[in-house]
């Protein structure tokens, strides 16, 4: 169980450097480049029951964006993700921030 655990959470990690965030409507900046933004609020997202672990964090990833977009973000910093250990659920935390 730990494995799967270890596994899912690599894969996630791995998901949050990945070229999928070149299709989030808002831009996917490091801690340092948020230095020089303002933060808006802290936002999350949950998808249950996608075809894939991978279309769970996706889909997760882009709903926590459409809460930032909501709040008058353009950028986002991935704080954390979490899926459950079958897979059938993913929740991503994101900070949201207004940058120039």
């Known amino acids: 169980m730990k494995k799967v655990v270890i596994i899912l959470s690599m894969t996630l990690i791995t998901a949050c450097s990945s070229s999928s965030s ?3 409507p ?3 900046i490091d801690s340092k480049t948020a230095e020089s933004c303002n ?5 999350s997202g949950s998808e249950v029951f996608s075809l894939t672990v991978d279309r769970n964090v996706a889909l997760a990833r882009e709903n926590a964006a459409n809460e930032a977009i909501k709040l008058g973000a353009n950028a986002v910093v991935i704080t954390g993700s979490d899926v459950t250990a079958n897979g059938n659920s993913a929740t991503v935390t ?3 921030y207004s940058c120039n």
């Open 39 to 43: 933060l808006i609020d802290a936002v």
């Open 22 to 24: 070149a299709s989030l």
């Open 94 to 96: 994101m900070n949201a």
């Open 26 to 28: 808002v831009k996917v």
